[in-house]
């Protein structure tokens, strides 16, 4: 259980923190003023491209991705970089070619996808060519529970007719968004588990309609593609555009999801040390009622509250990660849930005081707070509700003493 | 002690929720429509005007304001019919004319106003003709601490000669907003509370500059005039535009606020009383794992501490109405703060949990709730944070036993 | 919806608050000394029986009696005075013979008993002179579902016979508590809330074995008279102690219990007053780190809160009141658990908070904190446990939109 | 950062795991009996004698202490260690006579002690023989300002003089207690750092009267000798029983805290582990309105939350561990401040509901929970309120932005 950084990982968050002060932080005000000046809401602002070739040359480039298609880190090793990339999570993650939903489509299709596939549809998002999007939550259900998807993919012929309706399709609003993994069932009278399969549907393909930008919060999220409502209206694609085996969509969607939280839960750590370097400036520089905000005991109790809280998440983060690497995502799955349920809750929190400290400040497009809020406290919904998680997490533990 | 409901406050709420059953709630949808298809972002969708119309007709109209001006109703007659129009908070108070800031805006004019500038600026007002704006709140110090404020009032002559810089200030979006009341200080070098005074200053003098919508976690709030950034440069304005007296423009916040800060609490009453109806619609109407999530022990809990938590607030907000109408303001200064603490927190806490219920359509603007959350988290900041407002509280307290 | 004092309450709260600093806080040290120097210590200590005389010639006596048989007030009467007595809740109570569980016993008596078992228990009880004990809950069941209860009352002949063990049974350490109200099945096959029956069994009846005194977090509660332990095999009473009919005990447990709970959460507002008085003293008289703890921000952040709490507790609690007084206490049930949901909960966190300021002196026997604290965290199980209300609360808050 | 446990460590734990459930276990319900029955209530029962006799014979002895006095352990291997010590906290840690506050008596007279000094008290320590106290808190002033004692040490020729007065002074009503670190001011006129000494007082020294044992939260905690109320009147002792230097007490101090709240923290997370054990246990045992207790969706939030929370405590304790062996306690201050804020708060939430979940049972004697309770709750004011280390925290994580 060593959670100490090896070489490798010093030498990569060394040149990863070089890159933020150089390059990210100083993106932020030119990425706020292209995004407010946009012409396509819908697209990155053009410094995303300059940020990601920029990274690309200094080798910070699909670090995410073990193996030799991608960085070839272990989950420990990339946790702290991913940690860092947390920090301005608009601009580094992309600039890396580390965010989400690409880096778990090119899980899934480094994976489980064939051969064409990948040449097709992988090496063009490893080289940051084009955008992915992940299509699986349906507005008419509980979503959390995936047997519940109500999306159909029939078997006609050669061929997969897709019949259904998604939303929160995130990504999916940017025209560079060309490839987008379906999950459907494809046989509704099967075993729970065995009835959703995911299959590869190419965004210009005939009766998929993109047809809205849904918000977070009144946010669009706009530069990173938004989060799509989008139709499958007797949708055709060749039966090649399976991934793995029919039936086989809920165990690769379980195996996306193990990866896909530990990066969020990463980044969220990352924002969550953002929050608290904003929330002590701010307290140290403002004063009311005579002395500066910082010697007031609320906020003080709440930077250490903060401070003991990010210690403890980090560690059970790493400890996930050192778990997945050797026992692998299956064995780690009760800390998978530990994190998931530990993080975006405590970061809200964290992110809520540092916005009370900057008062009207906070809430405003003039700092990172709100939008932070917002990405916190909606993963306490996506990949799962809090809730959710803690009944599975409970059963567990309470199956030692039945 | 009586905080029962008179016939007239009876016969108010039957007529308001007729109201709301036939206009209100239909007009949310087309509200809706009008405001994504705007092609002005800052003032009100057309079917607003509809709205006054139509409760002007009804006598619905000004309830807010006390005397002949307005309703003539009592706080405690007031509040049940403030919280009815929180159940639609961006419909229902301007449909009323008792929408802030111009609620606040009318007060001080019909109290502290020359009769030249009610009949310039109250009787539009009154009318529904025009809006108005309060500029206070300053980007460069803690506004909390009204003696930190900046912007300067100096008379040169027969004029005053302003120069300052505010921000969220509320409606000076809207083109229509035709008059601002600005804070300032006319004698930096007098008493810490009476540096300040209070200006008419109309939107079209020269050296008013309206920068830019500021944003409240990423919504624009442009249906009600945004919030805007405001830079004065040398504006000039009469003598006779000063508000009372010179340096009495403290006290007038002060008066100001008290009402202000009553009505805002009923209406979150109101907002928490839709937010926990559409929580109960929603958990009746889905199912998750086999059940309807009606039925998870975790989501009841929600449901009897948000009824529990309403039902305290209701009565201590109908105790300091009581309080204002038989005390007096000031007399209520300690239950007003003990509402304004106590309200916000809470219902940002029972809205957080039925967006939670909804999932990501919680957080989506196909519901009310986000934006219904961000109105409740802002009024934890807006009119002085929660800790200023605990602070003075318990200094009271302490008092006793000095 | 008239919550104020009306002119019999005031003079009662003029004399009571008198007694209270003429007597009581006097006898409190007493108090504490006899205590811990009690031979019997199961018994009050003799100045318990001098504040009783007192109380009784002040007329302070069985006020929480509603008709002619005791103080003949309202709940909304009586709510402000039980309130005054929970401030020192060992003492004043029981002067007043307004504690319980003799308070219940006194009005199950009074409503369901007959005139022979009026005579024989209720009377000694009115006058003070025995004590009584009501058994319901059992250490083997989870006895908040009171269908679970084990205890047998078998129709033998003339007789009937009972056969149970019961735990948590207030009062019945002491000697002088002579008579227990039983709760048990007569009839298990009957309907789930009709096989439970009442019966009155004197404690001197063969086969009652007191057994031994439960603890609350290590305090014994031996002044008023301890919770036992109580074991009944084969008790052979006369089926004219039966208490209403067979198969009523359900009811009139559950008649019983809305004056109970109300009582409680009276009384602990009192305690909490008691709480922040205490707090408040303490922070103005000690100084660590060179300042007054009163001029620390957390410390002052909870007695602000401990103060909107108290205010909204109090509120809801005279509301319950008056309504139990206009629809009777089933009308009243919904607030009856919101109190029982919020008070014990909030007054637990107040209490908590003013033994922090105390440091090791609040855990200590030198005040009544940790004593307090003890009393309201018990309140939170005691008569269900606050899931369970809530539980229910929610149920019915849910059947408006099935 | 290597957090594993070695090849020692885990066979000292497996030999400390045999022994709890072969002899500590079984001995709770003996311990409880005697206890109850205890001629002396101030001294162990005789059972724990023979815990340590057979704990002693097995090696798990004094393992607490590093260096080749005690077991010669680093902190992160004792850490798991004391944890499992702490699932029977009343029994296992006095039993490998690692109990509090022995343990940091045997530390400070291992490390400043003189050779008369260890020959004379850390031998029998050290053999269990006889127990110790230490004597720091004062009832009169905050004593988490140690800088505010009041205990007078005045050199009079070749002695000591002391008068002062102290409280919970764990320990020191066992009749086998036979020495005492006494803290105080032999130079007021220091500076602030510099004013105390600690001394070293034999039990029967003319002078010394241990006048009462305190209680917390109603327990008197007799069987680990109690906190007594101890005054020092003319006190005398040679010069000889000065620990360290004059003006070093504060120091040495500091230097005992350390790991004495590691200790505790340690041994904090094993009484969460038996708390949600216990949890466990019952809610699958019982049933309430038609099914287990354990398929309620709170109670197995609960669990779920306990399981999380721990986890992330043990990590941080661990890790804390890791950096006093690594870079020495000074080092690992912020950690150590970090684990004191951290855990007693948050086991003292998991055995809060783990009592409720127990329902009466919870609060009473036969299970360990409320006592737990009340040591977990003790340990947010002992060694430093909550708030005095938040505050201290923040002031460094502050430091970093001025």
Redesign the interface.
């Known amino acids: ?4 950084y090896d070489a490798r990982t010093e030498e990569l968050r060394r040149r990863l923190l070089a890159f933020m002060d150089e390059f990210v932080y100083p993106a932020e005000p030119v990425f706020a003023r292209q995004r407010a000046e946009a012409d396509d809401p819908w697209s990155p602002p053009p410094v995303v491209a300059e940020l990601k070739a920029e990274a690309r040359e200094r080798g910070l480039w699909n670090l995410f991705l073990p193996g030799e298609n991608g960085g070839g880190l272990t989950n420990l090793q990339y946790a702290p970089l991913a940690e860092i990339t947390g920090r301005s999570p608009h601009l580094a993650p992309p600039a890396l070619n580390c965010a989400a939903p690409d880096t778990g489509n090119m899980e899934v299709l480094n994976e489980f996808g064939t051969e064409e596939q990948r040449k097709a549809w992988l090496e063009p998002l490893l080289a940051g060519e084009i955008r992915s999007a992940f299509a699986m ?1 349906e ?1 008419d ?5 995936a047997t ?1 998807i109500e999306t159909r993919i029939e078997r006609v012929g050669d061929e997969y007719v897709i019949n259904g309706r998604k ?2 399709i995130s990504g999916a609003m940017n025209p560079n968004c060309r490839i987008f993994i379906v999950m459907g069932k494809t046989d509704p009278s099967a075993d729970r588990h065995r009835q959703q399969s995911m299959v590869l549907v190419p965004r210009d393909t005939p009766g998929v309609e993109v047809r809205r930008g ?7 999220d706009g530069d990173h593609g938004g989060h799509a409502e989008v139709v499958f209206q007797d949708v055709r694609v060749p039966v090649t555009n399976l991934i793995g085996e029919e039936g086989g969509g809920f165990a690769i969607a379980q195996a996306r999801l193990g990866p896909g939280r530990i990066h969020h839960c990463m980044r969220l750590i990352g924002m969550a040390e953002r929050a ?2 904003l929330m ?2 701010r ?2 520089a ?4 005579g002395k500066p ?2 010697a ?6 709440w ?3 903060a ?3 990010i ?3 980090r ?2 983060v790493l ?1 996930t990660a050192w778990l997945m690497d050797t026992v692998g995502n299956r064995g780690a799955h ?2 998978i849930q ?1 994190i998931k ?2 993080t975006p809750a405590a970061v809200q929190r964290i992110v ?1 005081r540092a ?2 400290v900057h ?8 700092f990172p707070l ?2 932070l ?2 990405a916190a ?2 993963l ?3 990949d799962g ?7 599975s ?3 567990r ?2 199956q ?3």
């Open positions: 259980m060593d959670f100490g939550t507005p259900v509980a979503s959390s529970d519940n939303w929160y849904m918000r977070v919060f009144g946010y669009d608290v370097e002590c400036r307290a140290v403002r004063s009311a009622f905000i910082a007031q005991g609320v906020v003080r109790e930077i250490a509250e401070r003991v809280e210690e403890q998440l560690l059970l400890k009760t800390e530990a349920i530990a809520d916005i009370q008062g009207a400040a906070g809430v405003s497009q003039d709100a939008e809020w917002a406290r909606t306490r919904l996506a509700p809090d809730e959710v998680h803690k009944r997490l409970a059963r533990e309470l030692r003493y039945v």
